[in-house]
């Protein structure tokens, strides 16, 4: 759905519960949240991912814990790190949670950064060569289709290698978990749109301005159509960073010290927000939609998830309803 109508979704605060509790995060919370989501009639729900460099709880045990506590709205990763993971295991948890949520799970993925020490530590630590991360997720998104086709799969690839191996079950949803791939504008990038092409069912995109987003999508589609697929099949999704507050000056201070708290520092500076201007917030939701977005994602950056999840509810969602 494009124009003045896209899908409206929000990210779930798993790591903002693990900066908020430490060593004993308020899980509760996300359940909470998802099902206040439900309620107000928002489209989707979604979790991030870290190992070690950004601590949260885990997304896919997290999506199941949220699949069991509500009915309609849909769950998604924003992103998951696949390159962490061996493709059999993911393709079958995967697939477990689309069973569990009767076929609501969408997986955007995303090679990830390694910008930061936290991140090159994080790499390592799961014994992943940094430099191998792309041909890694190609490689466990050709498996993981396979695994859900339910014919058993024989793979050899440069990074995974083996024979005759069935999940033994198929997710919910036939032929498969939709795979998105983040994709994105600027330097280092130019293998993206080609990929999503190639491999997905759609893209997702952070970091971009409006007009960086259609540019992109452009780029997506020509390459669709340079291997005779339709980019009709291809959903895209905007994920943005906000913050909703009757006081926009209290709201940019919080969004502010909030994004930096979570990262260390505030990488994107103006990309990201409006913070603390509902009518900024409505406003760029409209024009990632005019942009050619089907689905607008949003992420709270505030210390109070319910009461941004109520202003959302209140003075967002009329908007596009």
Sequence with gaps: MTGD???????????GVVLAGGDSPDAGLIVKMARLAEDAGVDSVWVGDSLVAKP???????????????????????????????PVL???????V?????????????????????QQNEWATAGVEKRTRATRVEEIVEVMRGLWSGDPVTFHGKHFD???VSLGYRPYQRPGVPILLGTHSGEGRDRQPAR?????????????????????????????????????????VYYMTVNLDP?????????????????????????????????????????????????????FASYDQPRQMELFAERVLPAFR
């Design 162 to 164: 083996f024979c005759d």
């Design 90 to 96: 993911l393709a079958q948890t995967a697939a477990t």
């Design 98 to 118: 689309d069973q569990l949520s009767e076929g609501r799970l969408t997986l955007a993925m995303g090679v990830g950064g390694a910008f930061t020490d936290a």
């Design 247 to 299: 006081d926009a000056a209290r709201g940019k201070e919080e969004g502010v010290r909030w994004v930096t708290d979570y990262y260390g520092l505030n990488f994107w500076g103006d990309r990201w927000g409006p913070y603390g201007d509902t009518e900024g917030v409505i406003e760029r939701i409209r024009k990632f939609a005019a942009a050619g977005a089907d689905e607008v994602i949003v992420r």
């Design 56 to 86: 949260r709880l885990e997304p896919l045990a997290t999506l199941a814990a949220v699949a069991v506590s509500t009915s309609r709205v849909r769950l998604g990763t924003s992103v998951l790190l696949p390159a962490l993971r061996h």
């Design 5 to 15: 109508r896209p899908l409206l979704g929000i990210v779930l605060p798993t790591r």
């Design 196 to 236: 999503a092409a190639r491999l997905s069912d759609g893209i997702i995109s952070i970091s971009d301005s409006p007009e960086e987003f259609a540019s992109v999508r452009a780029r997506v589609a020509e390459e669709a159509v340079a291997i005779s697929r339709s980019p009709d099949e291809l959903r895209s």
